[in-house]
T-cell receptor, first 112, second 112 residues
Framework: EDKVVQSPLSLVVHEGDTVTLNCSYEVTNFRSLLWYKQEKKAPTFLFMLTSSGIEKKSGRLSSILDKKELFSILNITATQTGDSAIYLCAVEGGHTGNQFYFGTGTSLTVIP | DSGVTQTPKHLITATGQRVTLRCSPRSGDLSVYWYQQSLDQGLQFLIQYYNGEERAKGNILERFSAQQFPDLHSELNLSSLELGDSALYFC???????????FGPGTRLTVL
């Protein structure tokens, strides 16, 4: 069964801390892995990863994919209260190659 | 604002009823995706349409159906509603069927 597992489920940190969020997957016909940030409403796109070992960066956020070990990490440095959200990992793949499997998310709370 | 619009914002209905949720993708996007997000199951991929044709199917119940019209807007029809169908339903769109998706604000469905 295709699945995506995120850890930890929940994280509480102080402003300025660095956090690492994990996403492991078992999805047939892997095509891409995506990270989203979900605040009160709709998920917003952060990164798409398709190749192993190539880091994607956007400001204080970065992500990398390991296709051999079937996982990805999302790093956030110098966290701010505005980073508080649920971070979702999704994998495109499945038997048709174009289905999407989401993890249940990591809830990040950043305390001032 | 992602540019994806969904109506209605909230919907409250009774068991056994039928509802239609509507989505307009971002200008220029050909693909529309539907997702269900409930507290206990996270984000579940339901179905994808590309330029009017069904492209991929996820965990969509037989009581649910969708379509994409020539003007590219999409509708998700939910029938014989059950209490367990209460959830947030998201629509997302992408250019050309690529995995980077932009989510609408969602429709919150409550079945009483």
């Amino acid at each position: 069964e295709d699945k995506v597992v995120q850890s930890p489920l929940s994280l509480v940190v102080h402003e300025g801390d660095t956090v690492t969020l994990n996403c492991s997957y078992e999805v047939t016909n892997f095509r891409s892995l995506l990270w989203y940030k979900q605040e009160k409403k709709a998920p917003t796109f952060l990164f798409m990863l398709t190749s192993s070992g190539i880091e994607k960066k956007s400001g204080r956020l970065s992500s990398i994919l390991d296709k051999k070990e079937l996982f990805s990490i999302l790093n956030i440095t110098a966290t701010q209260t505005g980073d508080s959200a649920i971070y979702l990992c999704a994998v495109e793949g499945g038997h048709t190659g174009n289905q999407f499997y989401f993890g249940t998310g990591t809830s990040l709370t950043v305390i001032p | 604002d992602s540019g994806v619009t969904q109506t209605p914002k909230h919907l409250i209905t009774a068991t056994g009823q039928r509802v239609t949720l509507r989505c307009s993708p971002r200008s220029g996007d050909l693909s529309v995706y539907w997702y269900q997000q409930s507290l206990d199951q996270g984000l579940q991929f339901l179905i994808q349409y590309y330029n009017g044709e069904e492209r991929a199917k996820g965990n969509i119940l037989e009581r649910f159906s969708a379509q994409q019209f020539p003007d590219l807007h999409s509708e998700l029809n939910l029938s014989s509603l059950e209490l367990g169908d209460s959830a947030l339903y998201f629509c997302a769109s992408s250019q050309g069927g690529g995995p980077t998706q932009y989510f609408g604000p969602g429709t919150r469905l409550t079945v009483l």
